[in-house]
Every structure is written in structure tokens, then in C-alpha cells.
């Protein structure tokens, strides 16, 4: 096996992995040109494998594990090589898109405030949802504008409310599993079970339809390589949000809500059409 091979490995470790936790965004990465999907699978595989440490690895010493995997992310990144082969797909991409170490530790920041805090205040809160969410939404944006500096200032801002909203509606829709299996609450201020209610909800849902309509400005300025892809991340996740705003906070405390896979191929071939409407029009 050549370098070139085991590289090509781990790309594909990076693309197994994408898919089996994600179909959505599995599918919404299979609708980039070609020449993205590597860079993204790497990026959701490697922010994945983090956040299964300190979610996932109960029987274990997190703190230790998440320690090891940011040396080894620095280290590899200085070496150019690592034999964890999420890692070593991660530091090929951070490296050809100038994926910068401030977006690196933010992000494991915000990891390691998962293995400490049960609830948030507001400003600890805005800090997470940025370390946890917004820098990943920057990750891809540098692999999106391939280093147009220009590019990724004017979207910038787009990019990170985008990674806010699709955060906030996974912590409204992981409410139960969040308190039941890893006893945190991800709603500003509420320190307690018996604080959820719905004027909680109602106002984090504010939030996020006003993050939602910020960043579909950004996403009609994506290159058109990448376009299809995130709208159709977008509309997953704002079908997602619509049918969580239907419910009460009980409601979600009993359940999971979900997208069946057949309202998920309705909703990208939906998205296709709008894509392709958009370009007649603007482009």
C-alpha cells in the first residue's frame, strides 16, 4: 500500500462514518461537486468522533481520550500524517483549506466544556453554540470558497447562524435523550428539568427562525458546486424545526421527533427543483 492509498482510506473511513450517523447529511454531501465531498466527510467525521467521546465513551476516562485526541490533532498537523485515520483525513483537509487552529481548539473547547457542565448561562451558552456549531459551519466555508479570503469574509457570518439553527434544533430535539442519558439541559439559563417549559422553547425557536432567514442569504451566494447540497441541508433541518415548533415541551421530553426517509427524498428533490430554478433566474 502506497502513502496515496492509505490516504484514499481514510477519506473513505471518513465517508463511512458520515454516513452511518447521518443520512441527511449524507445525502446532502453526495450533492456537492465531487471534488468537495472528501473535505466535508472529513470534517463532519472528525467533529463526530470528538463529540462521541465525550457523549458516547461513558466507561471510560473522557477527559484523557479528548486530551489524547487534541495532541494527537495538533500533532498530526504538524507531522502532515497520523495513524488515526479520522485524524489524518481531518489534517490533509485543515491543512489544504487553511483551516487554522483557532477553529480547531474552539470547537474542542467547547467539547470539553461538555464533559463539566450540565446547564449554561447565556454567555457560556452563545460561547458554546460558537465553539460547538458556528466554527464547524467556518470549517466548511473554507473548503467552500477554496481560500478566497474575499468570499469567505462576505459569507461568513451566514455560514456561522447556519451552524447555530441546525445546533438549536438538535437540542430541542434531543431534549429527553440530552437530560435522560447525559444529564444536560442546552436552553439558556435553565439550570433545571423543572425550569423546561414552553415559554423556554418559544423563545430559542425565535432565535433559530430568525438564524434560518440569515443564513438562506448566504446559501443563495454558495458556489454552485455546494449549493444543492447545504439548501438541501436546510430545508431537512427546517422541516425538522417547523415540526418541532407544532409541539409541546412534554411532547419532546416523551420522544424523539424525526423526518421519515421517504419526506427526506421529498424534501431534496424539492430542493433540486428550487436550485434549478434559482439558476435560471440569477445566474
Same mark, same amino acid.
Given at each position: 500500500?502506497?502513502?496515496?492509498?492509505?490516504? &484514499?482510506?481514510?477519506?473513505?473511513?471518513?465517508?463511512?462514518?458520515?454516513?452511518?450517523?447521518?443520512?441527511?447529511?449524507?445525502?446532502?454531501?453526495?450533492?456537492?461537486? +465531487? $471534488?468537495?465531498?472528501?473535505?466535508?466527510?472529513?470534517?463532519?467525521?472528525?467533529?463526530?468522533?470528538?463529540?462521541?467521546?465525550?457523549?458516547?465513551?461513558?466507561? @471510560?476516562?473522557?477527559?484523557?481520550? =479528548?486530551?489524547?485526541?487534541?495532541? $494527537?490533532?495538533?500533532?498530526?498537523?504538524?507531522?502532515?500524517?497520523?495513524?488515526?485515520? %479520522?485524524?489524518?483525513?481531518?489534517?490533509?483537509?485543515? &491543512?489544504?483549506?487553511?483551516?487554522?487552529?483557532?477553529?480547531?481548539?474552539?470547537?474542542?473547547?467547547?467539547?470539553?466544556?461538555?464533559?463539566?457542565?450540565?446547564?449554561?448561562?447565556?454567555?457560556?451558552?452563545?460561547?458554546?453554540? @460558537?465553539?460547538?456549531?458556528? %466554527? %464547524?459551519?467556518?470549517?466548511?466555508?473554507? %473548503?467552500?470558497?477554496?481560500?478566497?479570503?474575499?468570499?469567505?469574509?462576505? /459569507?461568513?457570518?451566514?455560514? &456561522? !447562524?447556519?451552524?447555530?439553527?441546525?445546533?438549536?434544533?438538535?437540542?430541542?430535539?434531543?431534549?429527553?435523550?440530552?437530560?435522560?442519558?447525559?444529564?444536560?439541559?442546552? #436552553?439558556?439559563?435553565?439550570?433545571?428539568?423543572? /425550569?423546561?417549559?414552553?415559554?423556554?422553547?418559544? =423563545? #430559542?425557536?425565535?432565535?433559530?427562525?430568525?438564524?434560518?432567514?440569515?443564513?438562506?442569504?448566504?446559501? !443563495?451566494?454558495? +458556489?454552485?458546486?455546494?449549493?444543492?447540497?447545504?439548501?438541501?441541508?436546510?430545508?431537512?433541518? @427546517?422541516?425538522?424545526?417547523? !415540526?418541532?415548533?407544532?409541539?409541546?415541551?412534554?411532547?419532546?421530553?416523551?420522544?424523539?421527533?424525526?423526518?421519515?426517509?421517504?419526506?427526506?427524498?421529498?424534501?431534496?428533490? !424539492?430542493?433540486?427543483?428550487?436550485?434549478?430554478?434559482?439558476?435560471?433566474?440569477?445566474?
Amino acid at each position: 500500500m502506497t502513502m496515496q492509498d492509505f490516504n &484514499k482510506t481514510c477519506f473513505n473511513i471518513s465517508k463511512y462514518i458520515t454516513n452511518a450517523y447521518s443520512t441527511s447529511f449524507g445525502w446532502g454531501i453526495r450533492a456537492f461537486s +465531487p $471534488e468537495y465531498r472528501n473535505a466535508i466527510y472529513s470534517i463532519y467525521a472528525y467533529v463526530r468522533l470528538a463529540d462521541e467521546i465525550v457523549d458516547t465513551f461513558h466507561d @471510560y476516562d473522557k477527559k484523557t481520550l =479528548l486530551r489524547e485526541f487534541r495532541l $494527537e490533532t495538533y500533532n498530526s498537523i504538524d507531522k502532515g500524517i497520523s495513524t488515526n485515520p %479520522v485524524i489524518n483525513a481531518f489534517q490533509k483537509t485543515a &491543512k489544504e483549506y487553511n483551516i487554522g487552529l483557532d477553529l480547531i481548539n474552539s470547537f474542542l473547547d467547547s467539547m470539553e466544556q461538555d464533559l463539566f457542565n450540565s446547564f449554561y448561562n447565556r454567555i457560556e451558552y452563545d460561547n458554546y453554540i @460558537y465553539g460547538s456549531a458556528e %466554527v %464547524v459551519g467556518l470549517m466548511c466555508l473554507k %473548503v467552500f470558497v477554496k481560500g478566497n479570503i474575499k468570499n469567505y469574509n462576505q /459569507l461568513l457570518e451566514p455560514a &456561522k !447562524k447556519l451552524g447555530s439553527a441546525f445546533q438549536k434544533v438538535n437540542f430541542l430535539r434531543d431534549i429527553k435523550s440530552d437530560l435522560d442519558e447525559r444529564r444536560r439541559i442546552y #436552553l439558556p439559563g435553565v439550570e433545571s428539568k423543572l /425550569l423546561i417549559n414552553d415559554y423556554n422553547k418559544k =423563545l #430559542l425557536e425565535q432565535e433559530i427562525e430568525k438564524e434560518f432567514q440569515e443564513a438562506l442569504v448566504g446559501i !443563495k451566494r454558495l +458556489p454552485i458546486g455546494v449549493r444543492l447540497g447545504v439548501y438541501s441541508a436546510y430545508m431537512y433541518y @427546517y422541516r425538522l424545526f417547523k !415540526k418541532i415548533k407544532k409541539l409541546k415541551v412534554k411532547d419532546l421530553l416523551n420522544r424523539r421527533v424525526r423526518i421519515s426517509n421517504f419526506r427526506k427524498i421529498l424534501l431534496l428533490a !424539492k430542493t433540486i427543483i428550487n436550485v434549478n430554478i434559482a439558476k435560471l433566474i440569477f445566474e
